[in-house]
């Protein structure tokens, strides 16, 4: 090649014209490269951190929201219309929850009235509470009356060991929740652009930590309260 004067502008020529389309082809094809290069993909921030932590605590309290309907379930001695939340009545077909389909109260510490909306389905009703709630249902054909009797020792001790289960199942349900966060945070260290460092992942995952020993603090305390009313004669 060779550097000549036009127009009083320096330019590069080629000593042979022919080698002019091989070179646009090269520069067509280096330009093409640089605009397929992919974006950098965007750096880690605290504000990842906080979203991981914030998904956790919310899975955490549906965690304890049924917790707290399980620990309801169990019988305590006295009539509470929260023991037929999990009763499950065959309407028109379809698996339906008690309280859709009819109306709970106790009139009395040992009586529960079942008064269902449509009285076609006494009978289905009927049938759900004799058959899941551990009671004998009184169908008078209009509303049916079941009669909690008094707990004896040994039936209170094992509805404790019972309310203590479901504790422990949540704990379980929790220690997984943390280790899909921890997993979470550590895999922000190998990000590609912008990696978390080590001293703020080791800082992140202490964070998750704390939020669940908060949550595995209300689970004894909420076993702890149902024991006692169990317990209570």
């Given at each position: 090649t060779e550097t000549m004067m036009?127009?009083?502008?320096?330019?590069?020529?080629?000593?042979?014209?022919?080698?002019?389309?091989?070179?646009a082809r090269c520069m067509s094809?280096?330009?093409?490269?640089?605009?397929?290069?992919?974006?950098?993909?965007?750096?880690?921030?605290?504000?990842?951190?906080?979203?991981?932590?914030?998904d956790m605590e919310k899975r955490m309290k549906k965690t304890m929201e049924s917790l707290s309907i399980s620990l309801a379930?169990?019988?305590t001695g006295r009539a509470n219309?929260?023991?037929?939340?999990?009763?499950?009545?065959?309407?028109?077909?379809?698996?339906?929850?008690?309280?859709?389909?009819?109306?709970?109260?106790c009139p009395t510490a040992q009586t529960i009235v079942v008064e269902p909306y449509d009285k076609s389905a006494l009978?289905?009703?009927e049938k759900a509470l004799g058959e899941q709630s551990g009671l004998t249902p009184n169908n008078?054909?209009?509303?049916?009356?079941?009669?909690?009797?008094?707990?004896?020792?040994?039936?209170?001790?094992?509805?404790?060991?019972?309310?203590?289960a479901f504790g422990e199942d949540s704990k379980v349900a929790l220690r997984n929740i943390r280790r899909d966060a921890i997993d979470a945070v550590k895999k922000l260290e190998k990000a590609d652009e912008g990696p978390l460092s080590k001293d703020a992942s080791a800082e992140a995952q202490e964070a998750l930590d704390?939020?669940?020993k908060k949550f595995n603090k209300q689970v004894d305390e909420a076993v702890a309260a149902k024991e006692k009313e169990i317990m209570k004669v």
């Amino acid at each position: 090649t060779e550097t000549m004067m036009v127009g009083g502008l320096s330019v590069l020529a080629l000593a042979t014209a022919g080698h002019a389309p091989g070179m646009a082809r090269c520069m067509s094809l280096q330009r093409s490269a640089l605009l397929a290069r992919p974006a950098c993909a965007p750096a880690v921030t605290m504000a990842d951190v906080k979203s991981i932590q914030k998904d956790m605590e919310k899975r955490m309290k549906k965690t304890m929201e049924s917790l707290s309907i399980s620990l309801a379930t169990i019988r305590t001695g006295r009539a509470n219309p929260s023991m037929l939340d999990r009763i499950l009545v065959q309407y028109y077909g379809v698996d339906t929850p008690l309280n859709q389909v009819a109306s709970v109260a106790c009139p009395t510490a040992q009586t529960i009235v079942v008064e269902p909306y449509d009285k076609s389905a006494l009978s289905d009703v009927e049938k759900a509470l004799g058959e899941q709630s551990g009671l004998t249902p009184n169908n008078d054909g209009s509303v049916i009356r079941l009669n909690v009797p008094p707990l004896t020792e040994e039936r209170r001790k094992e509805f404790a060991k019972q309310a203590k289960a479901f504790g422990e199942d949540s704990k379980v349900a929790l220690r997984n929740i943390r280790r899909d966060a921890i997993d979470a945070v550590k895999k922000l260290e190998k990000a590609d652009e912008g990696p978390l460092s080590k001293d703020a992942s080791a800082e992140a995952q202490e964070a998750l930590d704390v939020v669940v020993k908060k949550f595995n603090k209300q689970v004894d305390e909420a076993v702890a309260a149902k024991e006692k009313e169990i317990m209570k004669v």
